[in-house]
């Protein structure tokens, strides 16, 4: 899904647009995450362009080239670390963190070498995760 008209407008309003940081792309299946996602990442100015599976979200990098990649680990279908692979063929200099409920089921050094800056263990701290967006997107501090 390209951004959606609910998530342009949140964007719009909460940062202006003299505020804008760059894109991110957020990858999960639970429609839940994908907006608090969407909440968070667009109150510090971020476009957000969304997608359900690895599927869409490779669709979507057809057009859009994100800022920075948030991706669930656990997809339906194509996992966030086969994803990653995909990403790191056609984009391989944007930043990547991976987020999951299942972490146990991966090896930090194993998410590291496909690209991962961080990993985020579900729920995360949405300080530190917004410290890590920013500095992973080049950027060093809060929207005003």
Not at 41 to 53: K, N, R, T, V
Not at 85 to 97: A, F, G, N, Q
Not at 101 to 107: A, H, I, T
């Amino acid at each position: 899904m390209v951004l959606d008209a609910e998530s342009k407008a949140a964007a719009d309003t909460s940062a202006g647009a003299g505020a804008r940081r760059g894109s991110v792309l957020i990858v999960d299946d639970e429609a839940g995450v994908r907006a608090m996602l969407v909440e968070l990442l667009s109150g510090e100015g971020f476009e957000c362009l969304q997608a359900s599976d690895g599927e869409q979200a490779l669709k979507l990098l057809e057009s859009k080239t994100p800022t920075l990649g948030i991706l669930d680990l656990a997809l339906p279908g194509m996992n966030g670390a086969e994803l990653a692979l995909r990403m790191r063929e056609k984009l391989p200099d944007v930043p990547l963190i991976a987020l999951s409920g299942q972490l146990k089921m991966w090896e930090p050094d194993d998410l590291r070498d496909l690209g991962f800056e961080r990993i985020f263990a579900k729920p995360m701290d949405c300080d530190e995760f917004l410290r890590v967006c920013r500095d992973s997107a080049g950027l060093d501090r809060p929207v005003n």
